[in-house]
């Protein structure tokens, strides 16, 4: 029987102890065994083949590991290496049967039992190679959540950011080397600081309490996204939003960004959602990336030029959104070719030039328009009334 060249091995503080004889023996039988130099030290009675601490960045030793097949590899994580770990990082290139997988239970499992929490109601974080803005989206009142720290500094930045952001916690624990022989819980309440001789391997546990909460649902309010005017508002971007039906994984190219809550809000709808904001203006582009980075979707990338020129070189989106200055039909023909097939096309237009546009538009590629009015309530002398704004004609169209 042929084993695959590739083994991925989960093991925790307690070394390998809990491994099973036959992740031990592929261990013994690798001819290279790659692993951080913590995995590496708690192993190394088993290895005889050649060891590798991993490279940075990873790429380098991924391609190592590549090149070494058929020869038998055996790679070393921490706990369960397919759950926030190494493991879909390694395998997305190789057949199923190029490769095998031992895990061993998870910090978070770890950090469950030894709270009592329920695991399939907490919310897991990761913040190893991730900046901490990804955090915010999770931060939910009277949540518990568990977030697994890229060394002893991270308890102090996501203490410092729950400050920024106005996050109250009814209890913060700091767990450390959890089922080593320096296994540590500590806890701590609003009103206490943290240690300065946190161990380096360590995951935070989190019981929120009430907050103001960044909402669930798109159309958040106008407030959320600081801007020059340049603004998509709250109805309007609701209805957008809804027009470009977002979805995990999709790729949105949201042309004229201005402050970036079309993209922002795109991104806010499933963590797999990406988004590339074109913005002219370096103001404008340095503004949206601020309020991405606020609102908890850093990845947002930001692309500074005109188009159609800017989009020659950018990845294929599935869907489209322009804003309210659509003048030309260059940009209307080379974002139709641009866009994926079943994509998705909107644009919403507040000039007659634009509307003109989208008619021509409409009468060659199908898909619906509609007149967006709004009225808002103001004063009016010692009365009040509704006073209308501008129409926006909104074009949706899918791509066959």
Not at 269 to 294: G, S
């Amino acid at each position: 029987m042929t084993f695959p060249f590739l083994s991925i091995i989960g093991i925790g503080e307690d070394g390998i102890d809990r491994l099973c004889p036959t992740a031990q023996h592929r261990i013994r039988n690798a001819s290279l065994v790659v692993g951080g130099k913590r995995h590496l030290a708690h192993a190394h009675t088993l290895i005889q083949g050649e060891k590798q601490i991993w490279s940075n960045p990873l790429d380098h030793s991924i391609e190592k590991i590549l090149q070494h097949k058929p020869n038998s590899v055996a790679v070393l994580a921490s706990g369960d290496p397919f759950w926030y770990g190494i493991g879909p990082l390694l395998t997305k290139t190789l057949t199923r049967t190029e490769w095998e997988s031992f895990p061993t239970i998870s910090a978070y499992s770890l950090a469950c039992n030894h709270l009592g929490w329920h695991g399939q109601d907490i919310h897991t974080v990761s913040l190893c190679g991730r900046p901490i803005e990804t955090l915010r989206p999770a931060l939910i009142p009277y949540r518990r959540l568990l977030i697994l720290s890229a060394n002893e500094q991270t308890p102090h930045h996501v203490y410092e950011k729950f400050k920024v952001w106005d996050i109250s916690y009814k209890h913060f624990y700091i767990l450390e080397a959890l089922g080593g022989s320096s296994e540590n819980i500590c806890h701590f309440t609003q009103e206490d600081l943290l240690p300065n001789n946190i161990h380096p391997l360590n995951i935070i546990a989190v019981e929120l309490d009430i907050f103001a909460p960044l909402p669930f649902t798109h159309g958040r309010e106008d407030h959320w996204f600081k801007n020059d005017g340049q603004l998509t508002k709250q109805p309007i971007r609701s209805n957008t939003i809804s027009a470009l039906q977002p979805y995990p994984g999709a790729l949105l190219w949201d042309i004229g960004t201005g402050s970036g809550s079309i993209a922002i809000e795109w991104m806010l709808t499933h963590p797999m959602c990406k988004a590339i904001a074109i913005e002219p203006r370096t103001d404008r582009a340095h503004r949206a990336k601020e309020n991405a980075l606020r609102l908890g979707v850093p990845s947002l990338q930001m692309v500074e030029g005109t188009a159609p020129e800017i989009l020659h070189n950018l990845p294929r989106p599935d869907a489209i959104f322009i804003g309210g200055g659509l003048t030309s039909p260059t940009l209307l023909k080379t974002v139709w070719n641009a866009l994926r097939p079943l994509g998705r096309l909107v644009i919403n237009s507040v000039t007659i030039e634009g509307d003109i546009l989208l008619f021509q538009a409409q009468q060659q590629w199908g898909g619906e328009m509609t007149r967006l009015h709004l009225e808002h309530y103001e004063p009016l002398g010692q009365y009040h009334g509704f006073k209308p704004a501008r129409a926006i004609t909104q074009y949706v169209v899918q791509k066959p």
